[in-house]
């Protein structure tokens, strides 16, 4: 299958260290992340995800299977063309846009001070992860990836879509590598 605006693009990477991104992306007792970063396929080739900047690039020459250890993109099933551009539309109109620093260290300090409970991060913090961006422009569309937008990390979107029993159904995996 070839990629569609709106797929969802889950990166394990492993070239970072461990005990950096496990208190930040898990709770007490909860295993170790799968993945890393995400972000949303705007196009066939093209995918919007949060750096230093909200980028919108190629994402074949960006991700090369042979320069990553795994990657899966998702679709969910069921998706209009109109539902799709909605979501392709509200990740682009976040192209720009700098990273999201302050959710990322509230949701580690919600993480290792406050054992995963959203306390710290809020709604109101305006800038975006790789995760929230994705989990926004889905809700934009009317889904969600069962936390709030400005909550989810990339694990929760990895959770959604491959662990959870009652929505694993809802997604094909349309890649791995």
């Known amino acids: 299958m070839e990629a569609m605006a709106a797929d969802v693009f889950m990166l394990a990477d492993y070239r970072l260290p461990w005990w950096i991104l496990a208190p930040v992306m898990r ?3 909860e295993p170790l992340p799968v993945v890393h970063h995400t972000g949303v396929l705007v196009s066939g080739t093209d995918i919007v995800e949060a750096r230093l900047l909200v980028l919108r690039h ?3 020459q960006t991700y090369p299977p042979s320069r990553w250890k795994r990657i899966w993109v998702a679709r969910r099933k069921g998706l209009s063309a109109e539902q799709r551009q909605v979501i ?3 990740a682009m109109d976040l ?3 700098i990273y999201g620093i302050p959710r990322l ?3 580690g300090i919600d993480d290792i001070i406050f054992g995963h409970r959203r ?3 809020k709604p109101t913090l305006g800038l975006h992860i790789c995760s929230s961006l994705v989990a926004w422009a889905y809700e934009q569309a009317g889904f969600d990836f069962g936390v709030p937008s400005w909550a989810a990390d990339p694990y929760d979107i990895w959770d959604y879509i491959m662990e959870n029993p009652a929505t694993r ?3 094909d995996i349309i890649a791995r590598y």
Do not use: D, E, M, S
């Open 95 to 97: 192209v720009g846009q």
């Open 27 to 29: 709770a007490p007792g």
């Open 169 to 171: 159904t809802q997604w």
């Open 58 to 60: 190629n994402f074949l």
């Open 105 to 107: 260290l509230a949701h």
């Open 88 to 90: 392709a539309r509200a």
């Open 119 to 121: 306390i710290i991060r």
